[in-house]
């Protein structure tokens, strides 16, 4: 079983939908949850960081975790054709990030 | 803002050479990662370094790799002799000491031929 699973996409979506992605992952150990951008051939860019269940909001983006179900997902509110990118959940305990595929997402004007 | 750099932004080389990547964290960062992404796979971890030492690695990361930091701004991953399977982009990260929250440089696309 993979740590860490996240559907690939592409997710295609309006200007202005809510963009909704998520990631599961196997091993309760994990305490702290990420969720990455990368644009092509460029590095991840850290977008939301939390360590607890519940919603944390900034901005336009909320990230949201269930421990208990071990799942973690990412809304984007009002989005914008410069969200395209392929986001990336990341899990760990301390240290070593275990990453998903990544979802590639397309917003259309 | 802080960022993490890298340089080169691209290496070609041959089979069987050495290459040295190399990497600048964040200035008051003291954990170092070194991570790869082979195209259109997932970022997958290499090492990691605390106090002049490596702390964890991954089963990716045998006899042929070593990291070293020189000075202490540097940070750097060796690749002691190249194979075909190594061709991949290479990412440093760094985190400071108050949170698990790693920040990425705009890494190293390497390939070997």
């Known amino acids: 079983q993979k740590e860490v699973e996240q559907d690939p996409g592409p997710l295609s979506v309006p200007e202005g939908a809510i963009v909704s992605l998520n990631c599961t992952y196997s091993?309760?150990?994990?305490?702290?949850f990420m969720w990455y951008r990368q644009y092509s051939r460029k590095g991840p860019e850290l977008l939301m960081y939390?360590?607890?269940?519940g919603n944390k909001e900034d901005g336009r983006f909320t990230a949201q975790v269930d421990k208990s179900s071990k799942y973690i997902s990412l809304f984007i509110r009002d989005s914008q054709p410069s969200d395209s990118a392929t986001y990336l959940c990341?899990?760990?305990?301390?240290?070593?990030?275990?990453f998903g595929a990544g979802t590639q997402v397309v917003v259309t004007p | 803002e802080p960022e993490v750099t890298q340089t080169p932004s691209h290496q070609v080389t041959q089979m069987g050479q050495e290459v040295i990547l190399r990497c600048v964290p964040i200035?008051?960062?003291?954990?170092f990662y070194w991570y790869r992404q082979i195209l259109g796979q997932k970022v997958e971890f290499l090492v990691s370094?605390?106090?002049?030492?490596?702390?964890?690695k991954s089963e990716i990361f045998d006899d042929q790799f070593s990291v070293e930091r020189p000075d202490g701004s540097n940070f750097t991953l060796k690749i002691r002799s190249t194979k075909l399977e190594d061709s991949a982009m290479y990412f440093c990260?760094?985190?400071?000491?108050?949170?698990?929250?790693?920040?990425f440089g705009p890494g190293t696309r390497l390939t070997v031929l």
């Open positions: 990341a899990v760990s305990s301390w240290g070593k990030l275990q």
């Open positions: 091993n309760s150990a994990f305490q702290y």
């Open positions: 939390t360590y607890s269940s």
């Open positions: 200035s008051n960062h003291l954990y």
């Open positions: 370094f605390y106090n002049n030492e490596i702390s964890e």
């Open positions: 990260a760094s985190m400071g000491t108050s949170t698990d929250t790693q920040y």
